[in-house]
C-alpha cells in the first residue's frame, strides 16, 4: 500500500513562493512516477506536473517557467517548487502516485492573495 504525506501549503501574497513536499512510501519502484495535482472550487483537478523515473518532467502551460517539479530519491521525496504565485494558483494541491494504481495524497491547501 502507497502512502503519501505532503506539506509546504500555506497563504502567501502574489508574487510570492511556496514549495510542496511530498514523501512517498511502500512503493515497489524506488523512482516512480510521481505527480502533482490541484483542484480549484467547483473545478476538476488538474495536472499541474509530473516528473517520470530518470527525471523527466512535463507542466501545465499556466505553470510553466515558474513551478518547478524536482525529487530526492534517497529521501524519497518529490518537491514542487512554486514561483511568481498567482491569486488564480489557489487551490487544494494533491501529490499522486502513477506506477500502478494511482495513489493521492491528502491535499495541501495554497492560498495567494491579491
Known amino acids: 500500500q502507497v502512502q503519501l504525506v505532503e506539506s509546504g501549503g500555506g497563504l502567501v501574497q502574489a508574487g510570492g513562493s511556496l514549495r510542496l513536499s511530498c514523501v512517498h512510501s511502500g512503493s515497489s519502484f524506488s523512482t516512480p512516477v510521481m505527480a502533482w495535482y490541484r483542484q480549484a472550487p467547483g473545478k476538476q483537478r488538474d495536472l499541474v506536473a509530473r516528473?517520470?523515473?530518470?527525471?523527466?518532467?512535463t507542466y501545465a502551460d499556466s505553470v510553466k517557467g515558474r513551478f518547478t517539479i524536482s525529487r530526492d530519491n534517497a529521501k524519497r521525496t518529490v518537491y514542487l517548487q512554486m514561483n511568481s504565485l498567482k491569486p488564480e494558483d489557489t487551490a487544494v494541491y494533491y501529490c499522486?502516485?502513477?506506477?500502478?494504481?494511482?495513489?493521492w495524497g491528502q491535499g495541501t491547501q495554497v492560498t495567494v492573495s491579491s
Open positions: 499522486a502516485y502513477l506506477s500502478g494504481p494511482v495513489y
Open positions: 516528473i517520470l523515473g530518470g527525471g523527466i518532467t
